[in-house]
């Protein structure tokens, strides 16, 4: 007779803060023992993790909007998994939850809300909670709706249009009535934007002059521009501003989110004075309270076919470093997950203490 071997809970650690992009000599795959659930917690084997530019600000000792992971920690990420034990009357078997898990097989289910894991609701796709309704919807809704407040008729210029942000935002301004431009590295981006999300142009930042291309474009200037990039990008975009425009900062995915000394400010930020313009920045959090309402609004769209997500899946825990660093090289096309173990799979049978 065989039997299984015992499962073992694979876990990046931070070792050490990078100094500019991300690689895998900053963390060390270790192996530990499945943690068993306490009273009133569930074990839960992780099956998909979330990547985003953000994480990468998470590995500075510095200021941010959530404190640095710790040296010698798993690395932090947002991610969905089932439960496989549990001492939680809320959460049974088989359940899927969603929330902060890291990079590892398993994680405890303990603390609920905002940075805890929670049930994921039914009828739902356990890995649309870390896109379309999560940080990425949230942030793409909340930008465009309150701080972009786009008006039927403007002229909305997205950056990242091909990423998993950006391509929702702009499919959120073109629902609103807007005319939508984009832009995004490579010829499928660009046509993914087009044919797929909607938008009404998208510019190859790689191989065109984008500023030129704004102005043919966009003649009368750009009301709302939507930036998760920065750099030049950013620039190009001040550079074709209309009267009263608004710009929303989302992200600086051009500055690689490393330490030290940022990059220069932007070159053409006296269009903001010249235009009467604003730009302003948020964070997802800022709006707690209106969270269903994003959701509620979102799945509407997404129910009826109106708004499209794109997901760029990889394969294997032991990945994980590299798809981060991917995010900065312009790898992915929509949201960034890495698939970590089978979907739907009784993997072991664990027993609860007490149970």
């Known amino acids: 007779m065989t039997t299984s071997p015992s499962p073992v809970n694979r876990q990046w650690i931070l070792t050490s803060r990078p100094e500019g992009l991300v690689d895998e000599s900053c963390f060390e795959l270790r192996t530990s023992p499945v943690p068993e659930p306490g009273p009133g917690e569930a074990l839960v084997r992780v099956v998909w993790l979330a990547f985003d530019p953000t994480q990468r600000g998470w590995l500075n000792d510095g200021d941010n909007y959530i404190d640095p992971v710790p040296l010698g920690e798993v690395m932090r990420s947002s991610g969905v998994g089932q439960v496989v034990a549990s001492n939680n009357p809320q959460l049974a078997v088989g359940d899927w939850v969603a929330g902060m898990v890291g990079w590892q097989d398993f994680a405890i289910a303990g603390d609920t809300g905002l940075f805890g894991l929670n049930r994921v609701p039914d009828g739902i796709d356990p890995k649309a ?28 210029f997205v950056t990242g249009a091909a990423g998993a942000t950006g391509s929702i935002a702009g499919q959120i301004a073109r629902l609103l009535g807007c005319r939508v431009i984009g832009a995004a590295g490579g010829p499928e ?20 002059d984008l500023e030129a291309r704004l102005r043919e474009l966009a003649p009368n200037g750009l009301d709302v521009v939507f930036d998760g ?5 950013l620039d190009a ?19 690689g989110y490393g330490p030290g000394e940022p990059p220069p400010g932007p070159r053409n930020y006296l ?20 969270f269903p309402e994003a959701f509620g609004r979102l799945g509407e ?16 825990l032991e990945q ?18 890495l698939r970590i173990a089978a979907e739907n799979t009784v993997l072991f049978h664990f027993e609860v203490p007490g149970g």
Do not use: H
């Open 301 to 316: 769209w997404v129910g009826t076919g109106r708004l499209v997500y794109a997901e760029d899946v990889r394969e294997g």
């Open 189 to 208: 981006k660009c046509k993914w934007a087009i044919e797929t999300a909607g938008f009404d142009a998208c510019i190859d930042y790689r191989t065109e």
């Open 229 to 233: 990039v920065g750099g030049t990008i």
């Open 320 to 337: 994980a470093p590299a798809v981060l660093r991917g995010l900065f090289e312009g790898r992915n096309l929509g949201k960034q997950l």
């Open 271 to 290: 269009q903001l004075g010249i235009k009467r313009a604003r730009m302003e920045g948020f964070i997802f959090l800022d709006y707690l309270e209106r």
């Open 129 to 156: 909670m870390l896109g379309i309704f999560g940080a990425t919807g949230l942030t793409a809704y909340f930008g465009m709706v309150d701080i972009g407040r786009p008006r039927e008729g403007d002229t909305v």
């Open 237 to 255: 975009a001040l550079a074709n501003l209309a009267e009263r425009a608004r710009v929303v900062v989302v992200g600086g995915i051009a500055s």
